[in-house]
């Protein structure tokens, strides 16, 4: 029998404050335009079919098996803008106040995210001695990561990290990526890495956001990893030759049949998830090694549906329907049962309070959040229960320049208003996955209640409407035509008394290909206002 002395006694109880009560660290893996269905990870473990069946994440598959999946997991919106920003300040984008790269409205507006909280910022303000990183693809509207509460970045070029980043680097130049780093995605390990090993040193908790480029265009692969794909798919299509490997962007692109042009680019889509999922696992490993897993909530989630085929989901990227926002989403971390499931909705904007609660932070956080904390459900899956919304969730996207839908889901239904016409559609997403059966006409009273509940969110947050979308953006389209209008007429003056200038000749020229551009996008965008298409 051992007899402890009230010395050791102190020891352990000091020890135990000290790690016991240690508050845990985050990892956010986002990737970019993943589909719900693109990984080798079903998000229904009774439905296989829903995991891919060319493309392996095998450590996806580890981090599903040590984690939760989420079968019902929304990003805010369908394109990867308005998503980012509202993660970061865990409100919906109607709230929040973004749409798009060029939300017009926003900028008439004015919107100021730094007088927001960001997802850094609040763990900042829990004085437990946060450090936060931010690596990778940022958000064009917030500009520069460290005005926004993070510590490090990689942010070191001529502009805030962006989609180009991804295509060089250094869009700025036009310096290639290195044929060894496909989408910077081993130069994200490294960085990731290195952030790990300065924790484990100075024994800080920290928030870790890898934001990857991949698998948003243009695609890349490392080569290796793509003659494996193109093997397989050469196999699957039964071609008994080789499929080359020559892309449309390499000097004898013109050597490649035009019938192994989309094998090719179905195999160098799958290589490039392979190496994204060799990135994750080459920082999930380090993270194990340096002994911080335990204590660690990793998160891997899509910013918005894919390109690609999201079957059986409607629909995809820059959509409303399930293909542009229902998402992969695995969680792991101390207290969340292994190989575990969760069916219950929730979206991207709940990160922030969830990481508030899961940090032990008692700041105030703000009020007008959208998000609920999410402990219950890591902790007990489908038993857990939500604090209750202020709204179910609602995904708003006035864009001019697509198919403007606002959808709004409460409990296993889906609402989607078309905000050209006014039509409405409903869906019991629960049952109906795929939107193919909707109950508008034959459920009137739901229907009814919950545009009711759509409309009182929308007015109480101030969100932009359709109207207000267009005008702004046709009176800014019309206003930059009429200046090149004016910049031409000027040329042409100038010319008759110096008809052999070529600095005027170049002016001129710019001048009139700036106005057929800004007129084709006005034509665009009249279309666009007068389409009824849902997809």
């Known amino acids: 029998m051992k007899i402890f002395t009230l010395g050791s006694l102190t020891l352990i109880l000091s020890c135990f404050c000290l790690y016991g009560k240690k508050a845990p660290n985050f990892i956010l893996i986002y990737a970019d335009d993943l589909g719900y ?87 900042k303000e829990s004085g437990k001695g946060y450090v936060s990183g931010f690596f990778g693809k940022g958000c064009t509207p917030l500009g520069w990561f460290k005005d926004h509460g993070y510590d490090e970045t990689d942010f070191i070029h001529k502009h805030p990290n962006g989609n180009g980043h991804g295509d060089w680097w250094e869009p700025a130049d036009k310096t290639l990526i290195p044929l060894d780093d496909p989408k910077r995605v081993f130069s994200l390990a490294k960085t990731s890495n290195a952030f790990l090993e ?90 194990n090694e340096l002994g911080m897993q335990k204590n660690t909530f990793v998160i891997f989630s899509s910013d918005n549906g894919g390109g690609a085929s999201n079957k059986p989901l409607q629909g995809g990227k820059a959509r409303m329907w399930e293909g542009g926002i229902r998402v992969p989403m695995i969680v792991a971390g101390p207290g969340i049962p292994v190989n575990s499931q969760c069916d219950i909705p929730v979206a991207q904007w709940d990160y922030l309070p969830t990481m508030h609660k899961l940090s032990g932070s008692e700041a105030p956080l703000p009020k007008d959040l ?53 039509e409405i559609k409903l869906f019991d997403v629960a049952k109906d996955m795929g939107e193919t059966k909707d109950l508008s006409a034959s459920m009137p009273e739901k229907r009814d209640s919950m545009v009711r509940k759509l409309d009182a969110y929308l007015k109480k947050v101030g969100a932009w409407t359709m109207e207000e979308v267009y005008e702004t953006r046709l009176d800014e389209l019309n206003k930059w035509i009429g200046e090149k209008q004016q910049q031409i007429s000027d040329c042409q003056k100038k010319l008759k008394n110096s008809p052999d200038d070529k600095q005027i000749k170049v002016q001129l020229k710019q001048a009139q290909d700036s106005l057929s551009k800004f007129q084709k996008t006005r034509t665009h965008v009249l279309a666009n206002q007068s389409s009824s298409k849902w997809l």
Request: charge should be positive; include cysteine.
């Open 37 to 123: 269905t693109q990984t080798s990870v079903p998000m229904m473990k009774d439905r296989p079919e829903l995991g891919h069946s060319l493309h392996q994440t095998p450590n996806l598959e580890k981090l599903a098996k040590r984690g939760m999946r989420f079968s019902n997991a929304y990003c805010p919106s369908p394109v990867c803008t308005s998503s980012r920003a509202s993660i970061q300040f865990g409100m919906t984008t109607a709230r929040v106040g973004c749409v798009s790269i060029h939300d017009v409205v926003m900028n008439k507006r004015q919107v100021d995210f730094e007088k927001k909280l960001s997802l850094a910022e609040m763990l």
């Open 198 to 287: 300065k924790r484990a040193k100075d024994k800080k908790p920290f928030f870790l956001t890898i934001s990857h480029y991949a698998l948003h265009v243009r695609n890349m692969s490392l080569k290796s990893t793509r003659r494996k794909y193109l093997d397989m798919v050469a196999e699957r299509e039964g071609i008994e030759d080789k499929i080359p490997d020559i892309s449309k962007f390499d000097h004898n692109a013109e050597e490649m049949p035009l019938k192994m042009r989309s094998y090719w680019e179905r195999a160098n889509y799958a290589a490039m998830m392979e190496n994204m999922d060799t990135s994750i696992g080459m920082v999930l490993d380090r993270l």
């Open 370 to 422: 959208d998000g609920v904390n999410l402990r219950s459900v890591l902790r007990k899956g489908n038993e857990g229960k939500l604090p209750k919304r202020d709204t179910g969730l609602v995904f708003h996207f006035p864009a001019y320049y697509t198919i403007p839908i606002t959808s709004y889901r409460d409990g296993d239904f889906k609402l989607m208003r078309h905000l050209n016409t006014g």
